[in-house]
């Protein structure tokens, strides 16, 4: 049977008007959200950068074992100059000697 023909160009009308709107409402999205998304991938590739720095300085530090004694006691000098407290910290005993002269 079908709808009568008036009806059914006002139903095309609004089910153009209808897909317009969505599409409308999709594109205000993916710009709302574009920032969000951009920020994410920042993230990621500073992450990523901030990995490969570390295992670089992994790989200088385990060669020299005397430069990871001193970034060890350098995060302790930083630790106790934002507190007001006794740090206290195992020091090796090679390190003593090498500090005697012995």
Known sequence: ?????KLQGNSRR????????VRQQNDRRVIRDFPKRRAKVIDAEAEFQAAEKLAQAGAILATRPEAMQLRYLTALQSIAG???STIVF???????????GS
């Open 14 to 21: 609004h089910a153009h008007r209808d897909v317009g709107l």
């Open 90 to 100: 195992p020091i090796p005993t090679n390190l003593l000697q090498t500090l005697r």
């Open 82 to 84: 934002e507190r007001a």
């Open 1 to 5: 049977m079908g709808m009568p023909r």
